[in-house]
């Protein structure tokens, strides 16, 4: 096995990629929609930003910043970082053998929004009768193991993260967890950066939350 | 847990005993937590384990459950597993291509011999110890078959558990119990409306990918209610706040009627525990343009297909209107074109809003996995189908504006009914519109006409109260 990413005694989620069997697990991933999986190697992809580099930097104080205003319940500002062309998708994942993939499902989505539908939620949970966040569920977005890409665009840049979101409400002593890793296509703004694209691919086939009013 | 419910010497299929079911280890007697007098509903019936354990038997494993659309699986071998009740089933289409229906249970040691969501495979190899079962749950090998067991081995009378299949609509119903009354018997009457939104093309409707699939801490039968119950009420409270959203400049009275006005209809009842919702369609005031008149029930200055083709069903495109005519009586599309079915539930755990299907399968008595498909019809252009996807999206399902409220409620009014004086308290049935419908309406059942009460849900309880006793309504 090469390196693999999983809890010992548990079937690894992600395929086992070494150099030897990388091009076979890359030809079986087949959603184009799904950039980078194909290539979690240890040498550095093409337009890979150095870690500790001053846009690397700026990305990741991007992605503090945006999980800080979420987590302090400041929707209308974050509302503010999302591109006018925004895609902001999170696929439906399945269980399914480890030749056929990650399982992420092609066409059903948790989310599938764009700027407009993304309005409407944060219109609607900032008002006084949205009760399923009122009391606002408590959450914590840990951002980590970010790799920022140069595109062809000057003022663009995809980013790749784990996020770890715990959720909890009320009374409740258990956390939610909603494990996931994020693609991002990020542009350049006169501050900090705006969220053109955002692909989340969770973990969990079964949703351990209650429900998305939430955003990740 | 000492249950009066099967003695060891009587039958033990529960609707050959005669008399009032189940009697609960404190002396109460389940169907008494059903008032029928007073039409009330005992909180207890959430949180009590013993309830629970009664409806595996009495609901889940005799009653018509969905679990799959065909055109999740539409090629030989294709696979999706499920459950029913708490029971894993693997979903297959034959060879014939016919749908299978196996308890994805190896018979050999208990094993699940299919471990996937879904997938295409000929046949299902227990990891265990290797037993093979074919698409049909028979037991095609045994691996050393000769060395092992040499000749007692008896493959016919070990195939996978098989469970009675059938569809509606293209929705894969299963049942496990061989006396129930078929699936087009268990629907009656209310598949007219059914027929409404999921049956009215010729090309039907699909699916759109894998269900989506949540885990909510509440007993199944809180949701199961509702949307049954069509709960027309609810809306108004609730889900206020769609109101507001879609409304942004809207002061608070203007909401409050618009809210309103949402809830005048027809809720439609069955004897048989099914429910929905009907609502004058959106289109009216588009209609009325077209008209001028407010309802049509004059059908001689325009026809109903013309009416349905200016005004179309949701996630109808306009011009499939006139198709509906190749598959609903003249009754169905004047029906739809005046009472569009919006919200409800088929008995005992499906739940849908237009193209939106849910399941509320438990898992124990104070949990339920929610699996929401979407349907688009098979026919309308892939941008229109992606139309429809992602406006469902928005409001039910996972994230769906609509439903994140309800999962507010649900969860709260279990920890409620776990309390020792909050299990005696009683959810409230007593607001009835009666049997009351549009002269010359052609669908059965019963239809409740005007503002959305507790009809429908009512049914439900009967329904549940008639199975949990050991019959069937």
Known sequence: MGLVVGVPGVHARRPAVTATDSARTAAAVTDDDRPGFEGAVLEARPGQVESGSRLHNQVLDFLIAEARLLDHNHYTRWLGLLADDLRYRMPVRRTVRRREGLGYDPTMTHFDDDHASMSLRIRRLAGDNAWSEDPPSRTRRFVSNVQVFTTDAPDEVEVESYLLLTRSAKDDTHFDLVPAERHDLLRRAPVGFTIARRTIYIDQTRVGTPNFAIFL | MTLIDRPADRPSRPDQRDGDGPVLSDGTRLIDLVDVERREVSMRLFSDPEVYELELEHLFARSWIMVAHESEIPDVGDFVTRNVGEDPVIVARGREGDIHVSLNMCTHRGMQVCRTDDGTQPSFKCPYHGWVFGLDGNLVGTPFERDMYGGVLDRPSLGLRQARVATYAGMVFVNWDDDAPPLEEFLGGYSWYLDLIYDRTPGGIECVGSPQRWVMDANWKIPSEQFNGADGYHVATLHRSLFEAMLPDADVGEITAASRRGLFGMDISSDLGHGMRTIAPARRPVFRNVTGRDRFDEPE????????????????????????????????????????????????NLGFASGNVHTHMPLGVGAFEMRSWIFVEKDAPAEFKETVRKSLLQSFGTSGTIEQDDAECWPAMQRNARGVIGRREKMRYQAFVGDRGPDGWEGGEHTHEGFSKDDSAWAWWLAYREYMRGGRP
Do not use: H
């Open chain 2, 301 to 348: 200055d325009l026809s109903t297909l013309e009416a349905l083709r200016l005004n179309p069903p949701t996630n109808l495109p306009a011009d499939m209107a006139d198709q509906v005519a190749a598959k609903l009586t003249d009754g169905q599309a004047r029906g739809l074109l005046m009472y569009e079915p919006a919200a409800g539930g088929l008995f005992p």
